[in-house]
């Protein structure tokens, strides 16, 4: 890319994930950037135990990587998940495919190890400077001044800034700027259920110890097990239930009882966590919540995107890519607006927030489907005929999970078409218990009646 260097230089408060792709798409289209992050270099620190959640990665994520051409360098650390392995109480496996088509597949990678690349490819661009262990405590947008902290010091220094990016996650201190200015929806939803990270180790000769290619699911209804694959071997896990209750974060708070809860309801991998009560009671309890807020802008000054914008829960494997496709929408709005920043922020809020706000509530339903739905025979049964379907009628029904995952719709369109598709395949499996029991007539005439055709990667 053969673009001039600009004048202004943006402020990004936020070196995670988004942050850090965003100063690369931004420095390789000329922009001088400042980068500011409150936690250490990561580069050079240790992640805290149970805060490396390893994250999925998706058709979304990996566009906007590709636009960063930074893929030739994450390759290496993926891990290919080609669809769910459900772990039933009995320790009965079930394998359930994301998608019919052989790139139809996600892939578990390192959230540090993905932060790093993109730390390393903005410094190289020579065009970003980067300033960790700085807390941005306010922004004055009056006198475009933001006042940080120094964590080791508690030393306060002034910055002057034109434009400010918040990229620094769901306790955004740039969003609560904004919203101190003005604020038509300011949410923070708590799910009421937390999470629990722990490991299975690699296997003595250094192999998996469960199917390597898997997300794999231990679904228990109001609760379940998670474990996604590194590179490395081993497997993070992730425990995700109620902070209250009888089987909550709230009870199971001994060692005897974190032992007895495993014994009886993740038997199967039990043996394969050894170091399974040093790991719960040393790691962190995460909380999960969803934000929901409007605007996302204030005037030509500061826009919020990824987690500051849309912190949403992590059971559609959106979050990150949701966050690099906001870096990759506000590029396009750049090079169409052309330095008009007020144009520039005002077309992402207006294009983002409805799709952030689709995504944070698919997101909430498949938690339902991952902890329950999963061992339900009727939902095995409206896979397999989506499945079906679409390949009957490519122009007109593809599996909601598929145009989330797997293609670039918008996800207010996915989600919207989903709910009609739903309803499609609830009328046609409402009275039948085998997929060759399926009226393929009727099926045409209702998709043909209720689905415009759909172009599923739009540019």
């Known amino acids: 890319m053969n673009h001039s260097i600009h004048k202004e230089k943006i402020t990004i408060i936020g070196a995670g994930l988004v942050g850090s792709l965003l100063a690369v798409l931004l420095a390789k289209r000329g922009y001088r950037i400042a980068l500011y992050e409150r936690r250490p270099d990561m580069r050079r620190t240790d992640i805290s135990a149970g805060r490396s959640i390893n ?40 394998f359930q ?80 700027a904004i919203h101190q200015q003005t604020s038509q929806q300011h949410e923070i939803i708590p799910l009421g259920h937390s999470y629990k990270e722990l490991r299975i180790p690699p296997g003595r000769n250094g192999e998996y110890l469960i199917e390597k290619n898997a997300l794999h699911i231990w679904p228990r209804g109001g609760f379940m097990l998670i474990a996604l694959p590194n590179a490395d071997a081993s497997f993070t896990v992730t425990l995700f239930m109620s902070n209250e209750g009888n089987i909550s974060f709230e009870n199971i708070n001994s ?50 995107l990824g987690d500051a914008a849309h912190a949403i829960v992590p059971f559609h494997g959106q979050g990150m890519n949701c966050g690099f496709e906001d870096a990759w929408e506000l590029i396009k709005s750049i090079e169409q607006h052309a330095g008009d920043f007020a144009k520039i922020f005002a077309q992402v809020n207006q294009n983002r927030k409805i799709n952030g706000d689709a995504i944070a509530d698919m997101a909430i339903e498949n938690y339902i489907t991952m902890r329950d739905s999963v061992r339900d025979k009727k939902f095995l049964l409206k896979n397999a005929l989506a499945f079906e379907l679409e390949k009957r009628f490519s122009g007109y029904f593809c599996p909601r999970y598929s145009m989330v995952m797997f293609h670039r719709l918008p996800y207010s369109e996915a989600k919207s078409r989903g709910i009609i598709q739903e309803a499609i395949l609830n009328q046609l499996t409402e009275s039948i218990q085998s997929i060759k029991q399926v009226d393929y007539a009727l099926a045409e005439q209702l998709i043909k009646e209720k689905l415009s055709p759909v172009s599923l990667n739009p540019n």
């Open 255 to 304: 060692a005897e009882s974190v032992k007895a809860f495993f014994d009886e309801y993740f038997t199967d991998i039990l043996p394969l966590i050894p170091q399974l009560t040093k790991d719960f009671f040393s790691n962190p309890t995460g909380k999960l919540a969803t934000v929901k807020c409007s605007p996302w802008h204030f005037k030509d000054k500061a826009l919020l």
């Open 55 to 94: 994250l999925a990665l998706a058709n979304r994520g990996i566009y906007a990587l590709q636009q960063a051409e930074l893929m030739e360098k994450i390759s290496p650390i993926l891990t290919e998940m080609k669809g769910r392995m459900v772990h039933d109480i009995e320790g009965q496996l079930n």
């Open 97 to 176: 495919s994301y998608g019919q088509k052989p790139e139809e597949v996600i892939y578990s990678v390192s959230r540090g190890e993905l932060n790093k690349i993109c730390l390393n490819a903005a410094e190289e661009t020579g065009l970003v400077d980067i300033f960790f262990n700085q807390r941005c405590e306010s922004v004055d947008f009056k006198n475009n001044q933001i006042t940080f902290v120094d964590e080791n010091t508690a030393t306060q220094t002034l910055q002057q800034f034109s434009q400010i990016i918040g990229t620094d996650g769901s306790a955004s201190a740039v969003r609560e």
